[in-house]
């Protein structure tokens, strides 16, 4: 190891610690898109929250080794650094490699093995980028309040880069960035740390620089699990991937299937005249597929989308001003276009998808978005119909999902506001009057989706002022998929008439319409009872709550506050799906919501023992620095009610502005960059602030906390009224009054932290460690509870809740002092 100068160790290395955490929070959002391919987002998320235990576990590490490490910083901080870098690829590739499949868990002793082995991998990377920074804040504890703020402008620079990088890459090559960005924070840090850059200088940044270029691309092939869509369909002789794009939103695989051919025509009415026309599949993240339908001009290929659920609005209405909602491929556009649309809006998240469809696969596609009467326009739904004043005859929302994640609960933890209540009745407001909402979905049984949306759907006609909603309210089923249709009105006894015989034509069951009898119901896709017919009429009945509370599935209606519209799962009919495991109950299960609390539990039990238990009972001097200095429950209160407020805060944030920026990338990007950065600022001022702190009673941390709580709160009462006034404006605008809307609660929130250690570095400077692993302990947590609470108690009770936790750690500040 070179030697390193004293003098030069005397200040942190804050470039490298800015580097280095923008490595690491680029790493952990990498994660989460690389593991959403291999697997499904959920499992993704229990992986990357346990690995983060990493900077639990590096609170531990120092703590107990703070008599090797700190003799050593320097090199201990740049041999950290080095490692990150180099077990970030590493890591990644081999745990991608493990044999794990979740859907085996329940049954199969050797998947918890597996996974356990997926957590040791990604652990190691976050443990080496810990150490290294929970070092330089126990090494340098009265410069805590420059530290952290570069450390988390820097992280807020990395999940920006990130983003950034990953509609330019691959996010295969992403991670061999990440590897690169650790690696030069090493050689950085060796800069500042040695008399002139010698051997292991140079090493670093040639390793830096060649990393990019040094792995075989068939190494980092990502190795997505058999068991998706994608994986099943190459399985197929025959078939092969024609195209892939990857974006921040997706990897979208195009495949063609000259063999087998696709045939996706959901619910297709089995009457149907004539099959689909050629199809190539395009999948999302290897789920799906959707269809990319080869068309000619010609109509007659088009016959078959007659016989969709999703026709029926077009044989109520004349010619109508269609908007189509997640228009994807194109299906649903030329469905419009077939049957007699006058002119048809299609709004898509992602402008891959549109690129595919128009310019790559043009030739076979038809340009569905360039034909006459045809808009195209870039977007998420609900934005779009918020900042646009026109009204249409028919808005249909797409069948967004794949079949089997949906039936298998994998978006349990999905944040979905196309289907809350506050969306249907944004989406009623753009019709005409007599004009149609048409939302299809997959049938799955016994009936969840369809009847929360059925429900959903009436309280929103309810909240209009609709004193009959079941008037204007149509349900019809096929074998596969139902629609549901909400007019703007009451059906008339001629509409009735046409969706009666629009059903006996292609055999589907009209499961509700007004005046509807039982009798008529359940006659062509027979099931064992009328639970479609029997669930609408308890949902527009009287006893609604009673019917609600007592299904053996959560279908209480979903709102903007509680937006997790495929959460279904209860815990009382748990037993009874596991009892019928040997008779094949366990598809039955929602797997999403029991994932996150297994990760909740395993996060929790591994805080205790990484975290907690080592440095209490693991060493005497730890003990004993404890009970001499600041009381042990006081610093454990104070660090852990931060962690979890932060962070509740952060999530919570992130959630309340995704309508109002209308991407869900710019969400994330605007939010969580402007809270870091801001909190970044803030704790470069906290030096400032513990003076002014002195002069008033000595309690910043009540006067933060105030500030805090007034600026929370007032936006969760404001901001719903901010964010109607200021939709219309442009793309940069609303970015613009985001981040100074956010700016001053997070430059507040900067502080509290790095007041805290630069409190124990004046009186117990052996805690800094300790107190860096509470914090980090429980921001691990807070990330999985919030997510638990907003199921059940919704985003504005995460914030309250957080206001709280500030609340407590202002009253834990005067105990932050020696005995």
Not at 112 to 127: C, E, M, T
Request: hydrophobic letters at 55%; a neutral charge; proline letters at 6%.
């Amino acid at each position: 190891m070179q030697s390193y100068r004293a003098e030069r160790t005397d200040g942190p290395p804050l470039l490298a610690i800015a580097m280095l955490s923008a490595a690491a929070l680029g790493y952990e959002i990498l994660l989460m898109r690389l593991f959403s391919v291999i697997q499904w987002h959920h499992f993704a998320y229990m992986m990357i929250s346990v690995a983060l235990l990493g900077y639990g576990a590096a609170g531990t590490f120092v703590a107990l080794g703070r008599g090797v490490l700190l003799p050593r910083y320097a090199q201990a901080f740049v041999a950290g650094a080095a490692a990150f870098g180099i077990f970030a690829v590493t890591s990644c590739l081999l745990a991608q490699r493990v044999e794990f499949n979740p859907l085996e868990l329940a049954w199969d002793p050797r998947q918890p093995l597996r996974l356990l082995a997926v957590y040791v991998l990604l652990f190691v990377p976050f443990f080496c980028a810990a150490s290294a920074l929970c070092l330089t804040f126990t090494r340098f504890g009265e410069a805590s309040h420059r530290i952290y703020s570069f450390d988390i402008l820097g992280a807020g620079a990395g999940c920006l880069a990130i983003l950034l990088a990953l509609f330019m890459v691959t996010p295969t090559d992403a991670l061999k960035l990440i590897g690169t960005l650790g690696l030069a924070a090493a050689a950085v840090a060796h800069l500042h740390f040695a008399k002139r850059p010698r051997a292991l200088g140079v090493a670093l940044l040639g390793s830096a620089v060649a990393l990019p270029f040094s792995i075989p691309s068939d190494w980092t092939r990502l190795n997505a699990s058999e068991f998706k869509d994608l994986r099943q369909a190459l399985q197929i002789g025959g078939t092969r991937v024609v195209a892939e794009r990857s974006s921040p939103l997706g990897m979208l695989t195009v495949v063609e299937s000259p063999r087998v051919p696709f045939r996706y025509a959901p619910g297709l009415s089995l009457n149907a005249p004539a099959e689909p026309p050629p199809q190539l599949g395009v999948f999302v993240d290897g789920d799906g597929p959707s269809a990319l339908v080869r068309y000619d001009g010609r109509p007659e290929p088009l016959a078959y989308l007659d016989y969709l659920t999703s026709a029926l609005p077009y044989h109520l209405l004349a010619r109508p001003r269609v908007l189509v909602l997640g228009a994807g491929a194109g299906a649903d556009v030329l469905q419009a276009i077939a049957l007699g649309a006058r002119s048809v809006d299609a709004v898509e998240l992602d402008p891959l998808v549109i690129d595919l469809v128009q310019r790559q696969f043009g030739d076979y596609s038809g340009r569905p978005y360039s034909l006459s009467g045809v808009r195209v326009h870039i977007g998420e739904a609900r934005g779009f119909v918020a900042r646009h004043e026109e009204r249409f005859d028919l808005i249909e929302v797409a069948l967004l999902d794949a079949f089997g994640a949906s039936s298998a609960g994998l978006y349990a933890l999905s944040e979905s506001y196309l289907y809350t209540t506050e969306g249907i009745a944004a989406y009623l407001d753009r019709l005409e009057s007599g004009g149609m909402l048409a939302i299809t979905r997959w049938i799955n049984l016994p009936p969840r989706d369809v009847l929360k949306l059925f429900a959903t759907a009436a309280v929103a006609l309810e909240r209009r002022g609709v004193a009959e909603p079941g008037r204007r309210l149509a349900l019809l089923r096929s074998w596969k998929t139902a629609t549901l249709v909400v007019k703007n009105g009451a059906f008339t006894a001629s509409e009735i008439a046409s969706l009666e015989a629009f059903c006996r034509a292609r055999s589907f069951d009209a499961d509700y319409y007004p005046g509807v009898a039982q009798d008529h119901t359940n006659r062509y896709n027979i099931l064992d009872g009328s639970y479609f017919y029997d669930g609408a009429m308890a949902l527009l009945g009287p006893d609604r709550k009673a019917f609600v509370d007592h299904y053996k599935f959560d279908i209480a209606p979903a709102t903007d506050d509680q937006p997790h519209f495929f959460h279904f799962f209860r815990w009382g009919t748990l037993p009874e799906l596991l009892s019928l495991k040997e008779q094949g109950g366990l598809p039955l299960l929602e797997w999403g919501y029991p994932v996150l609390i297994a990760t909740l539990l395993q996060a929790s039990i591994a805080s205790l023992v990484l975290v907690i238990l080592p440095l209490w009972v693991g060493r005497r001097g730890i003990r004993d620095a404890v009970a001499a200095h600041p009381p042990r429950v006081a610093v454990a209160v104070y660090f852990t009610a931060i962690g979890f407020a932060f962070m509740f805060i952060e999530i919570a944030f992130i959630q309340k502005f995704l309508l109002f920026l209308a991407h869900p990338l710019y969400a994330v990007a605007v939010v969580l960059c402007a809270f870091l950065v801001f909190g970044g600022l803030g704790s470069r001022y906290s030096q400032r602030f513990t003076a002014a702190g002195r002069r008033s009673a000595n309690q910043p941390l009540a006067w933060l906390a105030a500030g805090i709580a007034g600026i929370a709160l007032g936006y969760l009462f404001s901001l719903p009224a901010i964010f109607r006034h200021l939709m219309p404006l442009a793309d940069l605008a609303r970015i613009a009054i985001s981040i100074a809307l956010i700016a001053p609660l997070a430059f507040a929130m900067g502080m509290p932290f790095p007041l805290g250690l630069t409190r124990l570095a004046t009186r117990a400077d052996a805690l800094i460690p300790w107190a860096w692993g509470v914090n980090a302990n429980a921001s691990v947590i807070a990330a999985i509870l919030a997510t638990v609470l907003a199921i059940h108690l919704g985003f504005s009770a995460v914030i309250v809740l957080a206001v709280a936790l500030y609340a407590v750690a202002a009253a834990a500040w005067p105990a932050l002092r020696s005995r």
